[in-house]
C-alpha cells in the first residue's frame, strides 16, 4: 500500500511539473501575431520576388509613344488567354501602307529560388522574348537569360548573374486545404510589391484550356496583368504556388485566379 502512494505521489506531482510546463508553453507567444496581419509573410517573401520586364520585335502598327493599349502592354494573344479577355480588332494600317516592325513591352514577376540568381516564373510571362531585364527588390536591374518553359504547365526557369540574394523557401501544395489562407505577391499592371490576400477556393482545377497539364490551386487573392509568374504562399511564408492566369470577363480580378503547384515546378526545375 505504501508503495502505491509513493507511486500516486510521484505520478501526481509529475502531472502538476507537465500542467506547468503545458501553461508555461500556452502562454507562450506564436511564432506570428495575426494582429499584424500578414506582414511576417511580407518581410519574408517580397525581397525575392522580382519584377520582369520583357521585349520583344512585333510586325504591327504601333499606336504611338503616349497611348496606352492592352496590346502594347502586354499582348492580344497574352490578354485573352491569360485574362479572359477578348479585344477588339487593331487596326491594319491606312490603304495599302506595309505595317512596321516595332518593339512590344510586356511585363510580370517572378521570384528567387537560389542565391546565385535561378528565378521561377510563368511561360508566357517570358515567351517569344527578345530582351529580358530583371529588377531586384533593392532596385538593381540585369539582364537575364532564359533557362527552360514548359508550354505544357506554364513554368519556367530563368538567370541572372548575382550572388547573395535573398530567395524564398519553397512549400508544399499537396498538404493544402480548401479554405487555408494564400498570400500573392507580385508586380500588377507595374505596381511593384503588392501583396493580396485570399484564401484557397478550390484544388485541382483542370481543362481551363490554359495549358496542358492542369491542375490548378483557385485562389480568390486579387491577381491582375503583371502578377503572373509571382509567388502564392501560405501563411508560414513558403510558396505553395505560381500565380499564372484568372477568370475574367473584363481583363480585371474577379475573385478566380489560378496558380500553378509549386509541387510541379520543383518537378520541372
Known sequence: MRMILVFAKGLLAGLLILT?????????????????????????????????????????????????????????????????QRLPQRPRGRGNRPSRPYVQTGQGSGFVISEDGYILTNTHVIDGADKITVRLNNGKEFRARHVGADDRTEIAVI????????????????GLRIGEWVIAIGNPFGLSETLTVGVVSALGRNNMGIADYEDFIQTDAAINPGNSGGPLLNINGEVVGINTAIYSRSGGYMGIGFAVPIDMAVDFK
Open 20 to 84: 506547468g510546463s503545458l501553461t508555461s508553453m500556452a502562454a507562450e507567444p506564436q511564432s506570428f501575431d495575426l494582429r499584424d496581419g500578414f506582414s511576417h509573410v511580407a518581410r519574408k517573401a517580397i525581397p525575392a520576388v522580382v519584377f520582369i520586364q520583357v521585349e520583344k520585335q512585333i510586325q504591327g502598327v504601333h499606336s504611338g509613344p503616349f497611348s496606352f493599349s492592352p496590346y502594347d502592354f502586354f499582348g492580344e494573344e497574352f490578354m485573352e488567354r491569360f485574362f479572359g
Open 159 to 174: 538567370k541572372i548573374d548575382a550572388e547573395n540574394l535573398p530567395t524564398v523557401r519553397l512549400g508544399d501544395a499537396a
